[in-house]
């Protein structure tokens, strides 16, 4: 399974936009880029995902690189209700494979 | 419109008994998957049912089973438990395998003492 890094933890000032990075260097042609987020210990909740193109939602945008091997999501405006952690997932053989995500903490 | 129903929401089981847990997906979706959430894990794949058959199984022992039934709903069964099934067991569900995305539910948070 293609395998995604992420970094464990970021700070984003409230307003601000957060940008989220993501490295799934192995990933192949017919893989999409899924982004989960999970606040507490709740479900996790959708927010995009792509496969080459960029995306855009009402939540979020989504950045892939030309070459596919990196992502970027983006939330414009980051709000302390933003406080999550965001996981870059590569959706292989009807499964999603969740790493360790990356904490977002939104500040004031 | 409603979304993925899990029931119980906890549930507290000792040592060597079963349990089932229960999933009902949004009206319409056809995919089921089950996740298992620990601490020390993270999220793991359980497996995954369409139209009643399991396509997909993740790396879990014969312990852990499931199936789905005609409405889509599904069920997940682990027997025998042990301290280490203590987890939030989640359940997804889809329109289609594939380009959309998953809809999680709140989970089972399970507890064997």
């Known amino acids: 399974d293609a395998k995604t890094t992420q970094p464990p933890s970021m700070d984003c000032a409230e307003g601000r936009a957060a940008n989220l990075p993501c490295n799934h260097s192995t990933i192949s042609g017919n893989e999409y880029v899924y982004w989960y987020r999970q606040i507490h210990s709740q479900g996790p909740q959708y927010i995009i995902h792509?496969?080459?193109n960029n995306e855009t939602n009402e939540m979020a945008s989504l950045i892939i690189t030309e070459d596919r091997k990196s992502s970027t999501l983006i939330l414009p405006h980051a709000t302390l209700r933003d406080t999550a952690v965001y996981y870059c997932i590569v959706y292989t053989a009807s499964k999603l494979t969740f790493g360790t995500g990356t904490r977002l903490q939104v500040t004031l | 419109k409603a979304g993925v129903t899990q029931t119980p929401r906890y549930l507290i089981k000792t040592r060597g008994q079963q349990v089932t847990l229960s999933c009902s997906p949004i009206s319409g979706h056809r995919s089921v998957s089950w996740y298992q959430q620990t601490p020390g894990q993270g999220l793991q794949f359980l497996f995954e049912y369409f139209s009643e058959t399991q396509r997909n199984k993740g790396n879990f022992p014969g312990r852990f089973s499931g199936r789905q039934f005609s409405n889509s709903r599904s069920e997940m069964n682990v027997s025998t438990l042990e301290l280490g099934d203590s987890a939030l067991y989640l359940c997804?569900?889809?329109?289609?395998?594939?380009?959309?995305?998953?809809?999680f539910g709140s989970g089972t948070r399970l507890t064997v003492v």
């Open positions: 997804a569900s889809s329109l289609n395998r594939a380009n959309y995305g998953y809809t």
């Open positions: 792509g496969l080459k």
